[in-house]
């Protein structure tokens, strides 16, 4: 299968294959209660043994340099090879809303919180976005080096029991890592457009519909069908389904806008809450003082006072009238997420 691949390729590719596979193999034992930690730190190492490998095949080596030089750096006699987040960056460049970016970067964080920590109540929580991690690794490992090296004939669907929140529900009231894990969560999923969070490959939502029995022997229990391949009629009838359990929506005033505190909670969050020193003091490395040098920097909104206060860039920031105050889109925190981790950009801020 992985025959005329360059060695250095071949071995990342057999790794990340078998680091997936172990991913699945520990979420579906029932006897596991680290599920989603052991799923996530394994699917981590998964995805970026497989960027590894498509850089490789690439003629790019995927090592951190030394700065102000050509040189790799080292470590213990060994290249600092790019991490997950790195390699994210460099694949998808300046595609910054794509669906299986944002995907994979909300586990990075994630990772990072329950590393240490056994949580097994967030786990019903987090299995859209598990799931989605996994369809959109062999998506990508099909694209990359095809059908051959995808891992879906070797998997079957799992057994279920019925997953309930309250478990949850009660952990976060006596639990303070749940708690904080939970409100990451949350926060990272306000920070989506509502176009990525309705994407398949941000989050895998399914209804699993218990059925008679198919007429044929042959027909498989478990089929997945892409919504989009769907005939009108079909799905008018799955909308018809997902409305008797949808909690009705009431119209809310500035839905999906965000107020400037918020704005700079997200980013701050987003850039994986840095600190700096400044006059002795030790604060956020983003706050309010760096979010209104960005909006003025990028030119989003005009200033105080201004004669003509409407005239905004309505893709970052809209004016409020009845308030007078100005809100921002999330299009405009993921922005900022990206231009904030580049040091020129952010000390141009205050030069």
């Known amino acids: 299968m992985s025959r005329g691949l360059p060695y250095n390729v071949k071995q990342c590719l057999e790794k990340s294959?078998?680091?997936?596979?172990?991913?699945?193999?520990?979420?579906?034992?029932?006897?596991?209660?680290?599920?989603?930690?052991?799923?996530?730190?394994?699917?981590v190492i998964s995805w970026t043994s497989l960027f590894h490998a498509i850089f490789f095949r690439n003629k790019i080596k995927p090592f951190y340099r030394v700065k102000d030089s050509n040189r790799f750096d080292k470590k213990d006699d060994d290249f600092c090879y790019w991490e997950l987040k790195e390699c994210i960056k460099q694949y998808f460049k300046t595609d910054t809303e794509n669906p299986i970016r944002k995907n994979l970067e909300f586990f990075i964080p994630l990772r990072n919180k329950i590393e240490h920590k056994s949580l097994p109540e967030i786990?019903?929580?987090?299995?859209?976005?598990?799931?989605?991690?996994?369809?959109?690794?062999?998506?990508?490992?099909?694209?990359?080096?095809?059908?051959?090296?995808?891992?879906?004939?070797?998997?079957?669907?799992?057994?279920?029991?019925?997953?309930?929140?309250?478990?949850?529900?009660?952990?976060?009231?006596?639990?303070?890592?749940?708690?904080?894990?939970?409100?990451?969560?949350?926060?990272?999923?306000?920070?989506?457009?509502?176009?990525?969070?309705?994407?398949?490959?941000?989050s895998f939502k399914a209804f699993l519909l218990q059925v008679a029995n198919h007429k044929s022997a042959d027909a498989l229990p478990i089929q997945f069908v892409k919504y989009d391949e769907l005939t009108d009629d079909e799905k008018r009838n799955v909308n018809r389904i997902a409305a008797l359990v949808k909690v009705k929506e009431r119209p809310v005033s500035g839905k999906?806008?965000?107020?400037?505190?918020?704005?700079?909670?997200?980013?701050?969050?987003?850039?994986?809450?840095?600190k700096i020193n400044k006059n002795g003091k030790t604060k956020n490395k983003f706050n309010p003082d760096t979010h209104t040098r960005c909006w003025k920097k990028y030119s989003v909104r005009p200033n105080n006072g201004d004669a003509n206060p409407s005239n905004t860039d309505t893709k970052y920031c809209i004016y409020d009238e009845p308030s007078g105050q100005y809100r921002y889109t999330k299009v405009w925190t993921s922005f900022l997420i990206e231009k904030m981790q580049i040091d020129d950009e952010y000390n141009a801020l205050y030069n």
């Open 17 to 43: 294959r078998d680091s997936a596979l172990l991913a699945i193999e520990t979420y579906n034992k029932p006897a596991i209660k680290f599920r989603s930690g052991g799923y996530i730190v394994l699917m």
């Open 256 to 274: 999906d806008l965000l107020m400037p505190g918020k704005v700079v909670e997200i980013v701050q969050l987003g850039l994986g809450n840095p």
């Open 123 to 202: 786990d019903p929580d987090l299995f859209a976005e598990c799931q989605a991690l996994l369809l959109n690794y062999d998506k990508i490992l099909e694209m990359e080096f095809g059908l051959d090296f995808c891992i879906r004939e070797s998997l079957s669907f799992s057994l279920q029991l019925f997953p309930s929140s309250s478990n949850l529900a009660e952990a976060i009231k006596s639990n303070p890592d749940a708690k904080k894990v939970k409100d990451f969560i949350n926060k990272y999923r306000s920070s989506l457009t509502t176009d990525i969070l309705e994407s398949g490959q941000y």
